[in-house]
């Protein structure tokens, strides 16, 4: 094979696009990671400032586990050899909410029994409902390990017999399921609390979804690592290069090679070409398809592809480096949502305007007695860039993070501002310029619709507009999120491979 040949060549290294790379690099094949920044993660990244270290995304990672009870996310990092140069400490809570305008408060645990007894007290009345919704999410889990299994191409007969009760909810919204279930309305409410996690409201977020991240939060705690996501990517990049995969940073992919409807290549900013005949994008179908494939060569089915997706939520962060620790401030939570209502729906129009107030708020003990809070905010539209210009820019900046900073204060009543030491406020501006992707948006496409996870995992097979070009990361038909993202890397891997040994056959 020629020094610029490969078998395959992975566009981007971000979660998806490092655990395809490696899972193909372990697999022996020749692999090329082609990423534009300078260090792997893409968002999965952290950065300095002061005597601070920021994340500079993650709040919490689900469906890790613990050595005793793994979950999906750890047996694949296992599967990659990792899993021994990473630390992971488990939150011992779901989250806490806050509200605004109605002053309600509530902490849930983790653990079935104690989150079930804590919606009791909140919510009298509550259990049968919870009971009957956890029965919902172990068959909705057991469902979709079946539909891995199957690689989309499910027997119904046997989705039928064995989850008879996913195959009636799966196409409805949490909002319907847990109205048809009748769970009382305020039990709803504090239990789509997560809605922001996946950037769609209850009315339109699928029952599916919703239920496999919150019970994978609620039965096997949300763990962050700790030395930020940082340590996780550097884990993969490194692993991945020990075994001789060919990874080069400040390489912007430039152009896809396509002969007769089939990849065969790319070329790189610096206009160096590799040849290949396979491709896995760790970037938006938005980029690839208008921006980086010649516009003869890309097929009328992908572009219609496109305009049945919307772009999903554009993120603004504040990253704040307090001089106190959690105890002197006063906070005890590690996740704190704050809205103005429990309404998902009422609050999902409201992020549609630039200053709305509604964030999570994510919070731990820094060394020397200090802290650091991310304030993360999403936005539904193009508020921010029919306001923003280069002049005003900073100063737009500086009333996003004021407005962050006092909604947290009203919600909570503490004052955090006094405390402030470093701050730093990242835009969609910021979000596109790091990730490269459309209008800075960072979960990905919309989930709503027939762009749900399930329709999306169902229709994946079909979505191959140009041969052997898969699409990996949270664009994908896992949708967005650490673990979507990881898992999701290593099906399009093992499908790439499983399409390499027919070619050899
Ligand atoms: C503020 C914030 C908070 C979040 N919180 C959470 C959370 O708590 N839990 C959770 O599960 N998820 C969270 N997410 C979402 C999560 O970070 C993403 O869904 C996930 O990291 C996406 O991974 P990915 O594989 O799509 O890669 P991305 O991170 O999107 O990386 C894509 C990579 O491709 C590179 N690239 C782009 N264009 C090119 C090109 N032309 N050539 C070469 N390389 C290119 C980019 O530089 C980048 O490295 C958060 C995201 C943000 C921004």
Known sequence: MENNTY????????????????????????????????????FASSFKRGRFEFDAS?????????????????????????????TM?????????????THEEYTMPVGKKAFLAQMEKYVPNST???????????????????????????????????????????????????????????????LTTYWSYLGSPAENLSFVHYASMIYSYITNAPVIPQHTSHEISLALSEEFTSLGGKLEYLSPVKEILVENETVCGV???????????????????????????????????????????ALGARGLCVYLGLNKTMEELGLNHYSYFIYHTLNSNVEYKRMHSLYN??????????????????????LFNDAFDQVVTAENYYEI??????????????????????????????????FARYSGHPDGVIYGYLASGYANLLPRVMNEPNEMYIKNLRFCGGFSSRLSGYSSAYLN?????LKTFGEMKNETI
């Open 267 to 309: 070329v790189i900013e610096d206009n160096r070409r590799f040849l290949t005949n396979h491709i896995i994008a760790n970037i938006s179908p938005h980029e690839v398809y208008t921006k980086l494939i010649a516009p003869e060569k890309v097929p009328d089915k992908a572009k219609k592809y496109l305009s049945s997706q």
């Open 128 to 190: 049968a409902s919870m009971l009957r919704f956890f029965d919902l999410c172990e068959e909705t889990k057991q469902a979709l390990a079946y539909l891995n299994e199957t690689k989309g191409h499910p027997d119904t007969k046997v989705l039928m017999e064995k989850f008879p009760n996913f195959m009636v909810v799966a196409p409805y919204s949490v909002q319907k399921v847990l109205e048809k279930i009748e769970m009382p309305s305020k039990a709803q409410e504090i």
């Open 7 to 42: 078998d395959v060549v992975v566009i981007g290294a971000g979660n998806g696009g490092l655990v395809a790379a490696l899972t193909l690099q372990k697999k022996g094949k020749k692999v090329l990671l082609l990423e534009k920044g300078r260090v792997p993660g893409g």
């Open 489 to 493: 890397g290593e099906q399009e891997a």
């Open 357 to 378: 107030g509604n964030l999570v708020a994510t919070l731990q003990n820094n060394r020397e007695g200090t802290s650091i809070m991310c304030l993360t905010s999403l």
């Open 397 to 430: 900046k500086e009333k996003i993070a004021e407005n962050m900073v006092a909604s947290f204060e009203q919600a909570t009543n503490v004052n955090i501002h006094e405390a402030i030491e470093e701050i730093e406020v990242a835009t969609p501006v910021t």
């Open 89 to 101: 400490i488990p939150i011992q809570e779901t989250f806490s909410v806050y509200t605004l305008d």
């Open 58 to 86: 993650l709040h919490e990672l689900c469906e890790y586990g613990t050595i005793e009870n793994k979950g999906e996310v750890y047996e694949l990092l296992e599967r990659l050899g990792i899993t021994d140069k990473i």
